[in-house]
């Protein structure tokens, strides 16, 4: 029997970007080509979640149910409401599907086999698995290669480079005029220490904070993507020598510390504890340093969760399977 069998996976989720972006992460470091299973509960369904029932009109015996036959190895779910789905497919399979999930479930740690949280999360057990930073599908791999062959406009700015990952307002934080003055002068003050600016805004970027940031590139000659073709977002990380990251998003953070390079977060008005929780475990790994408008810090070796996730993922299913009896743990 081959050692290291490559299972049949699929990706649970309601479609939510963020969700099904970190299973498909974990799914590909097991080096599967995992199938995506959408769930989309109707009123009232889908204000019982995530404790459920499944809307019966997505039951497993239902045409175009995201719960249909034949069912996987592994799933790896996220999101509310896909809760209840992980926990019906476990029972539909008679429990041969090994269940992952990631993030709080805030069912409790029998929500599925496998459980991941970021070390700000509450949830603890035999069975979670906590680590600093989320999953992410930037890999090595990708990573070198974007680093190989950087576009003419990255390949062209001088040393140090910096990538500027621009996020926004969101739940916990909100960018002040005073704030958006504060943050351009210090890449102003950045730009004039010698630091080549290239950066991005998210779908999060407002007007004003975008035109602010863009003025500073234009000043300094910097490179800020205008939204039109490819987006830069992995060759400005593979490429930079440090990253300003706004501290409005902790997968931007989480996802900088894959490269190695120093992470020098900004942090708009506003705040949560579990996001400051993050910034605080990173700059005590010496990944992550606040942003005063000059660089700091080192490199160090890459952070990077998603392999940890799956190594864990596939010795828990490896033992599910011995225990099932299809083969040696």
């Known amino acids: 029997m081959h050692e290291n069998p490559t299972p049949t996976v699929w990706v649970l989720s309601d479609g939510k970007a963020g969700d099904e972006l970190q299973c498909l992460g974990v799914a590909e470091r097991l080096g599967a080509a995992p199938e995506i299973r959408r769930v989309n509960p109707r009123k009232p369904w889908a204000w019982l979640m995530p404790r459920g029932p499944i809307d019966p009109r997505e039951a497993p015996d239902r045409p175009g149910s995201p719960l249909s036959p034949p069912f996987p190895e592994i799933a790896i779910a996220s999101g509310r409401r896909a809760v209840a789905y992980l926990r019906a497919l476990k029972k539909v399979s008679n429990g041969a599907t090994y269940t992952v999930f990631l993030k709080d479930p805030r069912t409790g740690p029998g929500t599925a086999d496998l459980i991941w949280v970021a070390g700000h999360d509450r949830l603890r057990g035999d069975n979670v698995l906590v680590t600093t930073t989320s999953p992410h599908r930037l890999t090595p791999q990708k990573l070198a290669a974007a680093r190989a062959a950087p576009p003419p406009a990255i390949a062209g700015l001088p ?14 934080h909100r960018f002040t005029p005073a704030d958006i003055e504060r943050f351009t002068g210090q890449l102003d ?6 630091a080549s ?21 234009t000043r300094h000659g910097g490179w800020w993507w205008d939204g039109l073709g490819e987006n830069p977002y992995l060759a400005l990380l593979a ?6 990251a706004t501290a409005d998003s902790t997968n931007m953070i989480g ?10 977060v900004f942090e708009p008005q506003g705040g949560h504890p579990k996001i400051a929780a993050l910034i605080q475990a990173l700059e005590r790994e010496g990944a992550v340093h606040r942003f005063c408008g ?30 099932l009896g299809l083969g040696a743990a």
């Open 294 to 323: 000059r660089l700091e810090g080192e490199g160090y070796q890459p952070i990077d969760s998603t392999p940890v996730i799956a190594d864990a993922i596939r010795q828990g299913w490896q033992r599910h399977r011995a225990h």
């Open 189 to 194: 003050a950045l730009a004039r220490s010698g």
């Open 159 to 172: 040393h140090p480079r910096v990538a500027v990952l621009v996020g926004g307002d969101s739940r916990h």
């Open 255 to 264: 996802e900088a510390t894959a490269t190695g390079a120093p992470i020098l």
């Open 239 to 244: 490429n930079a020598n440090a990253v300003v």
């Open 197 to 217: 600016l290239m950066g991005s805004p998210s779908r999060r970027t407002s007007p004003a904070l975008a035109t602010a940031v863009a003025a500073v590139f």
